[in-house]
């Protein structure tokens, strides 16, 4: 647990090195321009806000259905149709998500929780997971003030010069970050605000994992 207000849970070995493996291949053929979600316009693209690719994968694989599956068990046993679909998210250099919210103020159906799973940090797609060692792309919560002691420098760039604040996660593949996104009224927390910080050399993957208060239509 790193942080009770907001919630942050930090989660070694989420992915095995074989998912891994898995997911690359998987997401691979399927990437496209990553959308901003802005209210309930879930597909509009802004390169100056978001510029990655994304891979959305369906739940009829079954190792994409066992990390729903786990996903929904960590967070108390909800059933995977509060589940969206599992999001693989490729950032190469330069590439970021500036800070925003996984909440939207007025959903009738708000996300309650995020997972960012980190899938990969390498030198580029050649090479096997793992190879080499990309730069930059911290998970980023610029409005956290807490404290935390030294050890959690492990899984948090405790030197970080970006001049954007508060505390960010380094990108070590397999590992995860979970968080709530609204207080127990329902209401949006304001320290959910992160981003996903440049890329400056190689590649980060990560796999964005997001649950519904209600079952999601469809699913």
């Given at each position: 647990?790193?942080?009770?207000?907001?919630?942050?849970?930090?989660?070694?070995?989420?992915?095995?090195?074989?998912?891994?493996?898995?997911?690359?291949?998987?997401?691979?053929?399927?990437?496209?321009?990553?959308?901003?979600?802005?209210?309930?316009?879930?597909?509009?693209?802004?390169?100056?806000?978001?510029?990655?690719?994304?891979?959305?994968?369906?739940?009829?694989?079954p190792v994409v259905r066992?990390?729903?599956?786990r996903s929904v068990d960590f967070q108390g046993?909800?059933?995977?149709?509060?589940?969206?679909?599992?999001?693989?998210?490729?950032?190469?250099?330069?590439?970021?998500?500036?800070?925003?919210?996984?909440?939207?103020?007025?959903?009738?159906n708000p996300r309650i929780s995020s997972f960012f799973v980190y899938i990969a940090c390498d030198a580029d797609d050649t090479n096997h997971p793992g190879a080499g060692e990309c730069k930059g792309g911290a998970t980023q919560f610029p409005d956290y003030t807490g404290a935390f002691p030294a050890k959690w420098c492990q899984f948090i760039d405790c030197h970080d010069d970006s001049g954007v604040g508060g505390v960010a996660f380094k990108p070590i593949p397999g590992n995860a970050i979970f968080w709530g996104n609204l207080y127990p009224n329902g209401t949006g927390h304001p320290g959910t605000w992160h981003a996903g910080m440049p890329v400056t050399q190689g590649?980060?993957?990560?796999?964005?994992?997001?649950?519904?208060?209600?079952?999601?239509?469809?699913?």
């Open positions: 647990m790193f942080s009770s207000d907001p919630i942050i849970t930090y989660i070694e070995n989420y992915l095995s090195p074989a998912e891994i493996e898995y997911l690359l291949k998987l997401a691979k053929p399927l990437y496209q321009q990553s959308p901003v979600s802005q209210g309930k316009r879930l597909k509009t693209y802004n390169a100056e806000i978001r510029s990655s690719m994304s891979a959305v994968l369906g739940g009829n694989d066992c990390i729903e599956q046993f909800l059933p995977r149709s509060h589940l969206e679909d599992l999001q693989v998210v490729k950032y190469g250099i330069s590439d970021h998500f500036r800070p925003h919210f996984d909440w939207f103020g007025g959903d009738s590649r980060k993957v990560g796999m964005n994992i997001l649950t519904r208060r209600e079952r999601l239509v469809g699913v």
